[in-house]
């Protein structure tokens, strides 16, 4: 074989391997899990008592973190449309955003009195260099002063053009009842003229605005003038999963709700009850925040900058080792995300599973999870499903008719199923 012919070839392989490397870049950009230094990541909207970031369009929404390592950086913010799939969006920032699609992050606070050093991030939006005008799904990325994503974070931006009511009841298949739950909608568009839904509607159905979990991909089961009805058995079913765990770290030097033991070191450790797995899973009813968390301080006044640090201890006790999955702990303080820091490591001694992370002072609900060689996410084999488990639902519409460039979100359903007790 000939040189040119041979560099013909590894010139088609290499620019093959550039063409999947580059699809890999766009996923990881959309899916960048913060470093370690980075912690208490919140996205939340303003003056709200939920933490939804599923919000009306022009409603105010905060970014906030912090930056342990403790000196002032340059962070920036950038914005970006994307499609009802998270893929990148085709139209320009000019035409989704008045202003700049990025900029710095200049409000910047040192932390006051505390054992743990760092550094208190935030901005909101809108403000007077970024204004969107579009609804849609957005991604927010903060970057160094390299340009590099540090992490992103999802949001959703909708407008109340069309009416979602939506239903949730205890499963509808017989074999699982008692394990799932079943999410059912009605869409109301009087004033949206929809030719032909399956392909100018896409649908998104968020259990505890985890995209995890997110159910996509469905058709209206019935037309009707001005209204499209979702009713399904099987197609729409979550399992319920249980109430979160939860502890309480408001004050962070002595022993608080389901804290054991504290101990101080260079940064207090605190040690939370032991988890006890047992083979029949039993339904634990308590009040919830759905796997979301809190930042407070009795020990200060202001949590942004006087709630300190602490390396919360968890442990889950099983009878056996779990052969062929990984524990991790789970819940809106890691964005629902597997990491090397949540991940538990199995001490065969006790038959304990441990795990020990650090964490801001405040109120925080987490759950157990395995993560199998299949690549699936279970709560069922630590904690168990049940289908009168209270969990929050979003429904989200978006309507790109033939021609339009983007996922206009027209409307939002939303529902706290309380389980039928």
């Known amino acids: 074989m000939s040189k040119n012919i041979l560099l013909k070839k590894h010139l088609k392989l290499f620019i093959a391997f550039l063409t999947v490397l580059s699809s890999l870049c766009q996923n990881i950009i959309a899916q960048k899990i913060e470093p370690g230094y980075i912690k208490s990541i919140q996205l939340n909207p303003i003056g709200e008592t939920d933490f939804s970031i599923i919000i009306p369009i022009g409603k105010t929404i905060q970014l906030s973190f912090d930056d342990l390592e403790g000196d002032q950086k340059e962070y920036y913010y950038k914005i970006e449309l994307m499609n009802h799939d998270w893929s990148p969006s085709n139209l320009v920032a000019n035409q989704y955003i008045v202003g700049f699609q990025s900029n710095p992050i200049l409000k910047v606070e040192n932390s006051f009195n505390t054992f743990q050093n760092y550094t208190h991030y935030s901005v909101q939006f809108p403000n007077q260099n970024t204004r969107i005008t579009k609804s849609g799904n957005y991604l927010i990325s903060v970057l160094d002063k390299y340009d590099d994503v540090v992490f992103t974070r999802r949001f959703t931006l909708y407008e109340s053009a069309a009416v979602v009511g939506v239903s949730v009841s205890r499963g509808r298949d017989t074999k699982t009842m008692n394990e799932q739950q079943t999410v059912n909608f009605i869409v109301n568009h009087p004033n949206i003229q929809i030719n032909n839904p399956n392909t100018e509607i896409n649908v998104a159905i968020l259990q505890n605005q985890n995209w995890n979990t997110a159910i996509t991909q469905i058709q209206p089961q019935y037309y009707k003038p001005n209204q499209m009805i979702y009713r399904y058995v099987n197609r729409t079913n979550f399992w319920g999963g249980n109430e979160f765990l939860f502890f309480d770290t408001k004050i962070i030097r002595n022993t608080s709700i389901n804290v054991q033991r504290v101990e101080r070191k260079n940064v ?92 801001k002072q405040g109120f925080y609900n987490y759950t157990y999870v395995t993560h199998s060689e299949e690549n699936y996410i279970s709560e069922a084999a630590i904690r168990g499903n049940f289908s009168k488990t209270e969990n929050e639902y979003h429904v989200i519409i978006y309507y790109k008719p033939f021609g339009s460039l983007f996922d206009r979100v027209i409307g939002v359903g939303n529902i706290k199923f309380e389980g039928e007790r």
């Open 268 to 359: 207090f450790h605190n040690y939370l009850y032991p988890y006890i797995n047992r083979e029949v899973k039993n339904y634990t009813f308590n009040p919830d925040i759905n796997g979301q968390f809190v930042l407070r301080t009795l020990e200060g006044n202001n949590p942004n900058t006087e709630a300190d640090y602490a390396v919360m201890h968890f442990s889950l006790q099983v009878e056996n080792e779990l052969i062929n999955e990984d524990v991790y702990v789970y819940g809106g303080f890691n964005n629902f995300k597997l990491t090397q820091e949540n991940k538990m490591s199995f001490d065969k001694s006790t038959n304990t599973y441990r795990a020990k992370i650090l964490l």
